[in-house]
């Protein structure tokens, strides 16, 4: 896997930060996880159960939110959380490659293989 620090930070926020999200940004977030899946499935029954279970394709605000795509609105949490809640989000990089790592405590670089001694402030 290609480290970009951009895609790397935006899933690391999404994987570990969701506690700070309002609660349309994780019914967002999980309705672009289903429709994404039913889009992805090769059974057209599971597909339509997706759909039906977490597209919420009637909803217009969700459908305004994500017409930019997925990506884009993820993203824009990303940065809302970094800006509005920058001193509860601890990013943990590794302290040789300066790379994030996968989670808020963790003291091996999966990057570089660093082992390191971590406490998040």
């Given at each position: 896997m290609d480290y970009n620090d951009d895609t790397i930070l935006t899933a690391y926020i999404?994987?570990?930060?969701?506690?700070?999200?309002?609660?349309f940004e994780r019914k967002?977030?999980?309705?672009?996880i289903g429709r994404t899946k039913a889009d992805n499935s090769a059974n057209p029954q599971i597909a339509a159960l997706l759909r039906q279970r977490?597209?919420?394709a009637d909803d217009p605000a969700i459908n305004a939110a994500l017409q930019d795509g997925a990506a884009i609105f993820r993203r824009q949490v990303r940065d809302r959380l970094l800006h509005t809640s920058e001193d509860q989000i601890f990013i943990n990089r590794c302290p040789v490659c300066q790379r994030i790592v996968r989670a808020p405590k963790?003291?091996?670089?999966?990057?570089c293989g660093h082992t390191y001694e971590q406490t998040p402030s």
């Open positions: 999404w994987n570990h930060y969701q506690h700070l999200m309002t609660d967002v977030g999980s309705t672009s977490w597209e919420q963790v003291r091996l670089c999966v990057w």
